[in-house]
């Protein structure tokens, strides 16, 4: 009895899909070449700042390194050069 009411809610899920897909093709504002074109360049603008927010964490990753072995070999203790840094 379970698996009846499964197969009914997948089937009308896609018949809601499908329904939804035409009902998107029909009415879209913009024709395919430049549905496509949007959907590149927004792919685009998201690589860009994906790249850029991990240039900024690796920097900052990179810094945080260099000030705790920087504090480090002035001799302050690691738990002194932890407290330094997350309290910067």
Known sequence: MKSGRVMRTVGA???AGAFGA???????PRTGAQT?????RKAEDLGYGAREAYERA?????GAARTLA???????????AIEHLVSS
């Open 22 to 28: 035409g009902a998107a093709l029909l009415f879209a």
């Open 36 to 40: 496509r074109r949007l959907i590149r």
């Open 70 to 80: 920087y504090r480090l070999r002035l001799k302050l203790t690691p738990r002194k």
């Open 13 to 15: 899920a896609l018949a």
């Open 58 to 62: 690796k920097e900052n990753g990179n």
